[in-house]
């Protein structure tokens, strides 16, 4: 039978005899599918920032995620945006410790205004570069101030647009986010916004500590659309930063978010809020933070007295306000590998 022409307003029909099936590609199986969007989850504090680095560093040198020293594939560009911490004294040091080749994982400043998912810049650099693994840590950063994360309206045309990027440029992009504090209920909608992040992500993990064993930080997949749940795995977090693989472990999700946590106040969640951001000389751009302590449910108000607990100071910057420690200038923020120099072109895949 003749297929009938078929023409709809601005609309693009496809007959599905026209499609060739294709099967999914995997950065790592079964938790993170290349071409499509990744949610990483979990408090603050339990290690997300750290797990996607050692991604970054295993994707940059073509290496197995569980074990840096086994090279499985060629190395890859990652593009890594990160809200939160600094490029000079937190981030580049962590990659070298993973033994990351830093000349293939790139960010990007954003001195005149801030940078968003959708403002075209990611896109522009994700076409010179054909990344791999796209990272954004943490999410609510990059979905811009008129994006309110609890609205299904506003989230979905960013999901959107990020997963047509993924396809696009068949990377693996990961979404880091925290969790919110609600007890009880599906570990689903404990992701902090609109249910729809977790919906249009293909993968969701959650990222906790073993109550058992706290330096033991688990991965836990709570959602997998294009291949059978994978089991939880765990790394262990040691006293120099470093992170060893311990494969497969035996933690229950019910479990692992029916633990206790360690601040129970708000006003001890707002100082580990900033803890988790600031490093030893590294400061707090505050028009990143307050979206996310509102999202955690903590008040400027707590927030402001968390930071003359802590002793931090205020600073106007060409990039905003911050809060830092006495006596700090803020590193400039740029790219982990430098800009290429002009006339040169970027290495290929």
Same mark, same amino acid.
Request: hydrophobic share 40%; aromatic share 6%.
């Given at each position: ?18 499609i ?5 590609? %995997?950065l %790592? ?5 290349? !071409?499509?969007?990744t ?16 991604l970054?560093?295993a994707? =940059?040198?073509g ?10 594939t060629?190395?890859d560009?990652?593009i ?9 004294d ?14 293939m994982?790139c ?6 205004f ?8 990611l896109?522009? &650099? ?11 840590d943490?999410l609510?950063?990059y #979905? ?8 299904a309206n506003?989230?979905?045309p960013?999901?959107s647009y ?6 696009? /440029?068949?990377?693996?992009?990961l ?9 009880g209920?599906? =570990?689903? /909608?404990r992701? &902090?916004?609109s249910i729809?992040?977790t919906?249009?992500?293909r ?14 930080r688990?991965i836990?997949q ?12 765990? #790394?262990? #977090? !040691?006293d120099?930063?470093g ?5 497969? /472990?035996?933690l229950k ?21 900033? &803890?988790? %951001?600031l ?16 999202s ?7 927030l402001q007295?968390a930071?003359?607990?802590l002793?931090?100071? =205020?600073e106007k910057?060409?990039?905003?306000w911050? %809060?830092?420690?006495?006596?700090h200038?803020?590193p400039?923020?740029?790219t982990?590998? !430098?800009?290429?120099?002009? !006339?040169?072109? &970027?290495r290929?895949?």
């Open positions: 039978m003749q297929n009938p022409e078929i023409k709809l307003p601005t609309t693009r029909v496809i007959l599905l005899d026209q060739t099936a294709a099967q999914t590609e %995997w %790592w199986y079964p938790y993170i599918p290349l !071409g499509k969007v949610m990483m989850q979990g408090d603050p504090g339990e290690g997300k920032s750290s797990i996607a680095l050692r970054a560093s994707v =940059s040198r290496t197995d995620i569980t074990d840096l020293r086994k090279t499985v060629n190395p560009y990652v890594y945006l990160n809200a939160g911490d600094g490029l000079a937190t981030i580049k040091p962590r990659l070298e410790r993973a033994n990351a080749d830093c000349s994982i960010s990007m400043e954003d001195t005149e801030p940078l968003t998912a959708k403002d075209g810049r896109e522009s &650099l994700m076409q010179q570069l054909k990344p791999r693994l796209v990272i954004l943490p609510q950063a #979905f811009g101030d008129d994006v309110d994360m609890h609205r506003e989230v979905r960013v999901m990020l997963a047509k990027l993924a396809e696009e /440029y068949h990377a693996a992009i979404l880091i986010g925290h969790m919110n504090k609600m007890q209920g599906k =570990s689903l /909608y992701g &902090l916004g729809d992040l919906a249009a992500a993968s969701v993990l959650l990222v906790t500590r073993d109550p058992a064993d706290p330096q033991n688990v836990m709570i959602k997998n659309s294009l291949a059978p749940e994978g089991d939880p795995v765990a #790394f262990r #977090f !040691g120099d930063a992170m060893t693989y311990l494969g497969a /472990y035996e999700l019910e479990e692992a978010l029916n633990a206790e946590r360690q601040h129970t106040t708000k006003q001890e969640k707002a100082e580990a809020l900033l &803890l988790e %951001w490093d030893k000389e590294h400061p707090l751009y505050i028009r990143d933070m307050y979206p996310i302590a509102d955690e449910g903590i008040s400027k108000q707590a007295r930071k003359q607990n002793r931090l100071v =205020s910057t060409e990039r905003g911050v %809060w830092k420690k006495p006596d200038t803020p400039r923020y740029d982990v590998c !430098g800009a290429a120099p002009a !006339g040169v072109s &970027l290929g895949r």
